[in-house]
C-alpha cells in the first residue's frame, strides 16, 4: 500500500518546536544559521572529494545506482533539548554514513525489504503481505532500497499504471478512473518504509527522488498516487507538495484509514530544479527538495538509469 506505515523520520511537531526556538532566539538564531552555513560548505567540500569514489564503486556495482552522504538526527535535537536552552556555541555532533541506493534486483535484497517492511507496518499494526520475490513476472513493478553495507535501511516500490490497474483501484475506483479520463499516466509509490533507527530525512529524499526519476524522467509519468495513514497527510502535503485526492476510507488490506494523495511530477521536477542539492534551505523552506540531489547529480542518476535500462533490454531480447 502506497506509503503506509511510514511514520516520518522528523515529525511535524518537532518541526514546529525547531521553528518555534530559533525564531524565539534571536543569538541562537543567528549561530544557528552561522554554523549551518560553515558545516554546508565543510559538507560539500567532502561530498566534492569523495564523489571520485563514488564512481569508483558504481562502476563495480551495476545494481547501485548512486550513493548518498547521510548524517544522523543529532544536528536537528540539539534545537529540541530543553526547550532551546542548549548551548548556541556548541557544535552539535553528527554521524556520517555512506548509504547505497539500488534496484532490488535479488532475492536477498528482496527479502531483506520485505523483512523491513513487515517490521515497520507491525509496529504500528498494519499488515504487509511483503514483496514478490526476484524472478516472479512483475514488469509494472519496480522496488528501490536504501542501504549501509548488506543491511537495508529503507525501500520503496514505483507501481505503473497497467491494464491490470493499480492497488490504489481497490479503494479508490472513481477517484483513480477519473485522473484516467484526463488523460494522465499514473504510477502509485508502494511498500514505503524507512527504519528508524535512521532517522534521517536525506535518506527518504533520495528514495524518493529517484524513484521519480525512474517514474518520470524515465518511464515519462505525469502522476503520481500514495495512500497514507491521515496522520501522516499533512506531512507529505508541507514536505513534498501531496495534495488531497481521495477522501478517508477503510483500506482492508493493512485494516487501517487511508487517505489517497496525488503529486503532479511537472510541480515535483520545478521543486527540484529550484532547491536540489541546496540542504542549507531545509529549515527555511520546510520542504524535503532541497534534499534532492542536484541538477547535474539528477542528470548522471538518469543517464545510468537509462544505461540499465537498456542493458536489461537488450538482454532480454537475446534471451
Known amino acids: ?14 518541526i514546529e518546536e525547531t521553528d518555534e ?11 544557528v544559521h552561522a554554523h549551518a552555513h560553515i558545516r554546508h560548505a565543510a559538507r560539500s567540500a567532502s561530498d566534492r572529494l569523495q564523489s571520485e569514489s563514488h564512481r569508483a564503486f558504481l562502476e563495480g556495482d551495476l545494481n547501485t545506482i548512486i550513493g548518498v552522504n547521510c548524517e ?8 529540541l533539548i530543553d526547550r532551546c536552552q542548549a548551548n548556541a556555541q556548541a557544535e552539535p555532533q553528527s554521524s556520517r554514513r555512506l548509504v547505497k541506493i539500488r534496484a532490488a534486483d535479488s532475492s536477498g535484497q528482496r527479502s531483506s525489504a520485505s ?10 499494526g498494519y499488515t504487509s503481505a511483503g514483496l514478490p520475490q526476484a524472478g516472479t513476472d512483475t514488469p509494472d513493478l519496480i522496488t528501490l532500497t536504501a542501504s549501509e553495507f548488506d543491511t537495508v535501511m529503507g525501500t520503496v516500490s514505483i ?5 491490470a490497474g493499480l492497488l490504489c483501484d481497490q479503494v479508490y475506483p472513481d477517484e483513480v478512473s477519473g485522473l484516467r479520463e484526463r488523460g494522465l499516466r499514473l504510477c502509485e509509490f508502494t511498500k514505503l518504509a524507512v527504519d528508524r533507527v535512521v532517522r534521517s530525512k536525506r535518506v527518504l529524499a533520495s528514495l ?11 518511464k515519462e509519468f505525469d502522476q503520481l498516487l500514495i495512500e497514507v495513514n491521515p496522520r501522516h497527510v499533512r506531512y507529505y502535503e508541507h514536505m513534498l507538495g501531496f495534495t488531497v485526492s481521495g477522501p478517508q476510507r477503510m483500506n482492508g488490506r493493512v485494516h487501517a484509514p487511508a487517505v489517497l494523495l496525488a503529486l503532479d511530477f511537472g510541480h515535483a521536477r520545478e521543486q527540484i530544479s529550484r532547491s536540489g542539492g541546496r540542504p542549507e534551505l531545509v529549515h527555511s523552506e520546510r520542504s524535503l527538495f532541497p534534499l534532492f540531489f542536484s541538477a547535474a547529480e539528477e542528470a548522471g542518476i538518469v543517464a545510468r538509469v537509462r544505461r540499465s535500462v ?10
Open 1 to 14: 500500500m502506497g506509503a503506509y506505515g511510514f511514520t516520518p523520520a522528523f515529525s511535524d511537531r518537532a
Open 72 to 79: 544522523s538526527e543529532s544536528q536537528f535535537q540539539s534545537l
Open 21 to 31: 526556538c530559533v525564531a524565539n532566539t534571536p543569538r541562537l538564531r543567528s549561530s
Open 159 to 163: 507501481a505503473f499504471d497497467s491494464p
Open 310 to 319: 537498456s542493458s536489461e533490454a537488450s538482454a532480454g531480447s537475446l534471451g
Open 208 to 218: 524518493f527522488h529517484v524513484a521519480y526519476i525512474y517514474a518520470h524522467r524515465i
Open 115 to 124: 523483512i523491513l517492511i513487515k517490521r515497520m507496518y507491525a509496529t504500528r
